[in-house]
């Protein structure tokens, strides 16, 4: 890793985003144009941070003539853990996104949850075994699962997603949304 960046934001990703980008490449010393392949984070996550990302990661990789590789977020946090490893991050609304990892295989598909019926499936599949909850919402489940080993993290390292990608065929990018999204139509566009 020559260099990376992360900010957590609620707001102002598309503003911040290729800024950050040209910070990191002229902190590490390498011309965009000597990138074989940008890797992102395709989901799931918030629906404007995916959109802003999946369609950054694209933009730039047509620009350069190279390819992309997308990365679940889940995968990518429980790359920093090791053997049974419940990615959770929150979801808001009430609802966690998790997904289940031992020793880097999935165990099941992502998934958006209740804590409660994410606990119940974290007991269900660590047969009493010991486990890591990493993510944001790791702190949300930690009463539902006491012994665990929790490990924060606001949000998937570049280091792990380059990593992953690394070993992985390119392909097009495609966000994996979970659940419909928050954003309502204006009354003024509503059908009368």
């Keep these: 890793m020559l260099a990376s960046a992360r900010e957590v934001m609620a707001r102002g990703h598309q503003e911040r985003l290729a800024p950050m980008a ?4 002229a902190e590490a010393g390498i011309a965009f144009e000597r990138l074989e392949r940008i890797a992102v984070t395709v989901g799931p996550g918030s629906f404007t941070g995916l959109r802003v990302g999946v369609a950054f990661a694209k933009g730039l990789a047509l620009a350069l003539d190279t390819s992309t590789v997308g990365i679940g977020t889940l995968e990518a946090l429980a790359a920093e853990g090791e053997g049974l490893v419940f990615p959770a991050v929150d979801a808001r609304r009430g609802q966690l996104y998790l997904q289940a990892f031992e020793d ?17 499936r974290i007991a269900e599949l660590s047969q009493g075994r010991p486990f890591a909850l990493v993510g944001s919402g790791a702190a949300l489940l930690a009463d539902f699962a006491p012994g665990a080993r929790v490990i924060e993290a606001e949000g998937a390292d570049a280091r792990q997603v380059a990593r992953l990608a690394a070993g992985r065929a390119s392909g097009p990018l495609k966000p994996l949304y979970l659940r419909a999204p928050d954003a309502k139509l204006p009354a003024s566009a509503l059908p009368a």
């Design 22 to 25: 040209r910070d990191v490449m």
């Design 104 to 120: 880097g295989r999935a165990l099941m598909a992502p998934d958006a949850l209740t804590a409660e019926v994410a606990a119940a």
